[in-house]
């Protein structure tokens, strides 16, 4: 049974460029959860999306940042000109349904995006 | 802005010492509480969900209590192990706002000696 798989595991740009950072969740799963990791900062919450729907996008910096979970294929996280900034290791996390804190979260190994 | 804060930062101890963290919360508009250990170039596993005032959860030699009231869970690890060695992380969800956002504190990293 595999875990929640994100790839790539590591993703180079150039500022100015977009990065495309994927999530499966694991499989039965419907809820998808993304945080990112700054250097010497804690995970911080991003985004929260069911099949087809933003749920919770209050973590999201306003520009440049979104994110997709479609009816069919992995959820989509997409950072638009990147920028030095936005380094960091974003992770993806998945629920079995709306769990409303009550059951636990399964996270994948994380992208470390990493902007020259 | 909810604050969560772990203590102590980072602990060094030897194998067969028991040790515990604590995990500092909002004590109001509590809903949950979550406990994860995160090893190093590994994802985060869930160990606990609280949710009760008074919860005490354990899994082996890894248990946990919380206290709603004054905003605070403990963890302990009984006759630690080099295996243990990890940085555990809680994350504390509030009933306001509504949503699944799990806060998470910057975590408490262990280190076991032989």
């Given at each position: ?8 595991r590591h993703?180079?740009?150039r500022?100015?460029?977009?990065a495309?950072?994927r ?14 990791q ?6 911080k ?6 099949k087809?729907?933003?749920i ?8 440049r ?20 900034g936005?380094?960091a290791?974003?992770f993806?996390?998945s ?5 409303m804190?009550?059951?636990k979260?399964?996270?994948g190994?994380?992208?470390?995006l990493?902007?020259? | ?11 060094h101890?030897q ?6 963290f ?17 090893e ?13 005032n ?25 006759g ?6 990890a ?27 032989l």
């Open positions: 049974n595999a875990g929640v798989m994100q790839n790539p993703l180079v740009r500022r100015g460029q977009e495309r950072l999530c499966s969740p694991m499989k039965g799963h419907s809820h998808v959860y993304w945080y990112r700054l250097p010497e900062e804690g995970l919450f991003m985004v929260y999306l069911q087809e729907n933003i919770d996008e209050s973590g999201m910096p306003k520009e940042f979104s994110a997709e979970f479609p009816k069919e294929g992995p959820s989509i996280l997409r950072i638009q000109q990147v920028v030095r936005d380094s290791a974003y993806c996390a629920s079995p349904r709306d769990s804190g009550h059951e979260l399964f996270f190994s994380g992208t470390q990493s902007v020259l | 802005i909810l604050n969560v804060e772990q203590s102590p930062q980072s602990l101890v194998e067969g010492d028991s040790t515990n604590t995990c500092s919360f909002p004590s109001s508009n509590f809903y949950a509480l979550h406990w994860y250990r995160w190093t170039a590994k994802s985060p596993e869930a160990l606990f969900v609280m949710t009760l008074g919860d005490e959860k354990k899994k082996g030699r890894i248990s946990a209590t919380l206290n709603t009231k004054e905003g605070y869970s403990y963890l302990y690890i009984k630690s192990q080099p295996e243990d060695s940085t555990y992380l809680c994350a504390f969800m509030s009933a306001a706002g509504g949503g699944n956002k799990l806060t998470f504190g910057t975590g408490t990293q262990l280190k076991v000696e």
